[in-house]
């Protein structure tokens, strides 16, 4: 089974429009992964039908049982991140800043504290108008661990394409080159980096290639809006020239990427010449990441 990761090293891009319409094109079984659990958007140009969801939990959080506690504060003395207060003799966790260490619960004389599991996220399995299996997520708002969150969709995706003996995973990474990116790329055999020509753009290309570098995974690039400066996209070929990676495709400024995304469709189901050259670059992926 071939894993493909999609990266961008921002948002806006046009990263997930072209990975949706992948999914249009391809004949092959494929699974796709939407890991960028932060902003998860692939399912709107898909088909966003739910077939089920799981909870994903991440570590633990302190959970006072308040007919048990007497107020005595040496949960709040001892808790190194200020995160549980007592107030009319009554210990409250700051949930937001609760590290699930567990010394509050070792401490509490009258065992009022237990550690429960944090749910961090929802794992959710969509059904496609393609018919190909998508899984997302959503983070749980203000957790810090959506690093773990898209490993654990990786994970589940995986275990998909062994029951459905899929021949390709294929991942809409997220953007920028945090935590989620690089669990993102772990696995992976090949990645497709989707830029655009702008300074801020080729410096982010930049960024995401070298973190892709430590990983030495095969890389190809789409340049997208090709067309909007023509001698930062001759620097981006340059670059690619430099580092080994090809130039998968271009594409040059289109308001179909607008209207598709309004339509909640994939830009080659918006027209005939887009879907072929969907296809040609699907051909190209799959040649390359042999
Ligand atoms: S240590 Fe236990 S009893 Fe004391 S304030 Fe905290 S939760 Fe309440
Ligand atoms: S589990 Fe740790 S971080 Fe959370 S309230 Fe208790 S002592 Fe503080």
């Known amino acids: 089974m071939n894993e493909i990761v ?29 890991s960028d659990v932060d902003a998860s958007n692939l399912h709107l140009i898909l088909g966003d039908e739910i077939i089920k969801q799981s909870e994903f939990s991440s570590g633990y959080i302190a959970t006072v049982d308040s007919y048990l506690c007497t107020g005595c504060n040496i949960c709040e003395q001892e808790c190194a991140y200020d995160s549980i207060h007592v107030q009319n003799k009554r210990a409250f966790v ?61 994970s589940k995706a995986r275990e998909m394409c062994k029951e459905s003996s899929a021949d390709y995973l294929l991942v809409d990474g997220p953007p920028g080159i945090g935590c989620p990116a690089i669990a993102s790329l772990g696995g992976a055999n090949y990645i497709i980096l989707v830029t655009e020509p702008t300074l801020s753009g080729f410096e982010d290309l930049k960024r995401v290639f070298s973190l892709i570098k430590f990983f030495r995974i095969k890389t190809g690039i789409i340049i997208n809006k090709s ?6 996209a001759d620097d981006i070929k340059a670059f690619a020239e430099e580092n080994r990676s090809i130039i998968l495709d271009e594409f040059r400024f289109d308001s179909i990427f607008i209207k598709s995304v309004r339509n909640r469709k994939t830009v080659s ?5 887009m879907k072929v050259k969907i296809e040609n670059l699907w051909k190209k992926i799959k040649e390359e990441a042999k």
């Open 6 to 34: 999609v990266l961008s090293g921002k948002g806006g891009t046009g990263k997930t429009s072209i990975t949706g319409a992948l999914a249009s094109v391809a004949e092959e079984k494929v699974v796709f992964a939407d």
């Open 94 to 154: 700051d949930t937001m800043f609760c590290e699930g260490c567990g010394l509050c619960a070792k401490l509490c004389p009258e065992k009022a504290i237990s550690m429960d599991d944090l749910v961090a996220g929802n794992i959710i399995y969509y059904k496609t108008r393609f018919g190909i299996p998508l899984l997302g997520a959503s983070m749980t708002a203000k957790r810090e661990r959506s690093g773990k969150l898209v490993s654990e969709v990786k």
């Open 227 to 232: 067309d909007i400066n023509e001698t930062i």
């Open 269 to 273: 189901e918006e027209s005939k010449e």
